[in-house]
T-cell receptor, first 117, second 112 residues
């Protein structure tokens, strides 16, 4: 089974509007972390936001927020007030911390976001 | 504050050859992880180095090996290159194995 599933290969949004990128995950660990990264065409992975499995509040970082629904095992990224520079690939990733895990990041296949002017 | 740097930026090799990729971690970081990202896919974990030892390894053959130096910089070596090794190779550094990882710009390897 896929550990991280991103069901949207591509998304389009108008500049200044909000957009939600979906991510569901699968783990039996009680302690884990969820990450979102942005990858522009240059290739560098840029860290956006982190949510720990024990965090009771949804993480926020500027225009980015993470809609964490633990029971549904989803960790959707919300980008508010989209900008042209937000056009990029977005990856959801998980780091498991249970016995036998190795703290590696497991990534989804990504969602290509295009912001239209 | 210097971020993660990788060299070279691009590399073209022939099947059967060997390649070495280099990574310098972000200032203050002591752990380096390597990932392979094939075209259209998310990155896949190769291995992680901490205190000059390979601490964790993903599902990659022994053709993939690495090294970490006393200054925390790291090398990724791939022997007997296959066409399927063509990918973007990303290095990420962190402070310890648990801390969040910061990625470098990657090395794009093409095997012909």
């Amino acid at each position: 089974a896929q550990k991280i599933t991103q069901t949207q290969p591509g998304m389009f949004v108008q500049e200044k509007e909000a957009v939600t990128l979906d991510c569901t995950y699968d783990t039996s660990d009680q302690s884990y972390g969820l990450f979102w990264y942005k990858q522009p065409s240059s290739g560098e992975m840029i860290f956006l936001i982190y949510q720990g499995s024990y965090d009771e509040q949804n993480a926020t970082e500027g225009r980015y927020s993470l809609n964490f629904q633990k029971a549904r095992k989803s960790a959707n990224l919300v980008i508010s007030a989209s900008q042209l520079g937000d056009s990029a690939m977005y990856f959801c990733a998980m780091r498991e911390s249970g016995r036998g895990s190795n703290y590696k990041l497991t990534f989804g296949k990504g969602t290509l976001l295009t912001v239209n002017p | 504050d210097a971020g993660v740097t990788q060299s070279p930026t691009h590399l073209i090799k022939t099947r059967g050859q060997q390649v070495t990729l280099r990574c310098s971690p972000k200032s203050g970081h002591d752990t380096v992880s390597w990932y392979q990202q094939a075209l259209g896919q998310g990155p896949q974990f190769i291995f992680q180095y901490y205190e000059e030892e390979e601490r964790q390894r993903g599902n990659f053959p022994d053709r993939f090996s690495g090294h970490q130096f006393p200054n925390y910089s790291s090398e990724l070596n791939v022997n007997a290159l296959l066409l399927g090794d063509s990918a973007l190779y990303l290095c990420a550094s962190s402070l310890g194995v648990v801390d969040e990882q910061y990625f470098g710009p990657g090395t794009r390897l093409t095997v012909t």
